[in-house]
């Protein structure tokens, strides 16, 4: 398991956004410090006057925020210039975080669907975990549902749910659609299916204790494998954690098992809960 040593939040001092900077000082405090920096991206384009202004409203409000916060070298707060996405992925990178922290979508009826969102860009193209907090609490993650390939990028992001929620309660659940048999087929082909999805069992199993075996909680994981769409089963699942893990999409020794794409696109969109993702 890797440590979280270093988070960066990006902050448009929404109300949505001010629930990811909560998130993010809650984290940093769970793990014992580290780097933590806020991020306010303005838009380019802007007369210069306006700019100024911008940016220094900006700053004003960055420093209450990291007032409310003790003194620490290690709390600081930035103001860029550039296309939102292009600056969020930009420092993820130049300051090597180990998890980025956003906040949800707007829940205006009319606000754009998430796909090709920030937040939607911002997910798919960066390399580092990505936890996108849609609902506000003063409580540690307690209840942890983890979507679950076998994929790199669902391993991965196992190892950041681990490390943020040490202390909560994790159920693994793999889904996948059952293989089309035409009816009445043979007892051989009904054989090797059982046989392929027993080999996918031991290896979804073993690469969830592999996970667990370098965290030092040592937390149980209850692991379910459900015969089903796996949009329904995770929905359907979605109303018991506090926090969705899952990779961003399917790569990997599991590959041919789910399209986690699709249902990473769509849960994000759907479940109410705060989602962890990664991509490999």
């Known amino acids: 398991m890797t440590p979280i040593n270093s988070l960066l939040v990006a902050t448009d001092f929404t109300d949505r956004s001010d629930r990811a900077v909560e998130r993010a000082f809650q984290l940093w405090n769970l793990g014992g410090g580290g780097r933590l920096t806020l991020l306010h991206v303005i838009a380019t384009g802007l007369p210069p006057e306006l700019l100024s202004r911008r940016r220094s409203e900006a700053e004003t409000l960055l420093a209450d925020r990291l007032a409310r916060m003790p003194a620490n070298p290690d709390l600081q707060a930035i103001v860029v210039t550039d296309d939102p996405f292009s600056a969020i992925i930009s420092e993820a990178v130049i300051r090597r975080v180990d998890l980025l922290v956003i906040g949800g979508r707007g829940k205006h009826r009319y606000a754009g669907r998430f796909l090709g969102t920030t937040a939607e860009c911002v997910i798919r193209f960066c390399d580092r975990p990505v936890l996108m907090v849609k609902h506000a609490s003063a409580d540690p993650y307690r209840r942890v549902l983890v979507a679950f390939d076998g994929s790199e990028g669902a391993i991965r992001a196992l190892h950041a749910a681990l490390a943020i929620a040490p202390g909560a309660e994790f159920r693994v659940v793999h889904a996948w659609w059952p293989p089309h048999t035409a009816l009445g087929g043979s007892e051989a082909a009904k054989q090797a299916i059982g046989e392929e999805n027993d080999r996918i069992k031991a290896l979804i199993q073993e690469a969830a204790k592999e996970a667990v075996a370098t965290s030092p909680s040592q937390p149980t994981l209850d692991i379910d494998m459900v015969e089903n769409n796996p949009y329904v089963v995770m929905r359907n699942e979605s109303a018991w954690p ?9 790569k990997g020794r599991l590959a041919t098992t789910l399209t986690v794409g699709k ?8 479940v109410t809960c705060d989602v962890l993702v990664s991509r490999p």
């Not at 506090?242 to 399917?250: K, P």
């Not at 249902?263 to 759907?270: F, G, I, N, Y």
Request: overall charge negative; cysteine-free.
């Open 242 to 250: 506090d926090l969705l893990v899952m990779g961003t999409h399917s």
């Open 263 to 270: 249902l990473a696109r769509h849960l994000l969109e759907d």
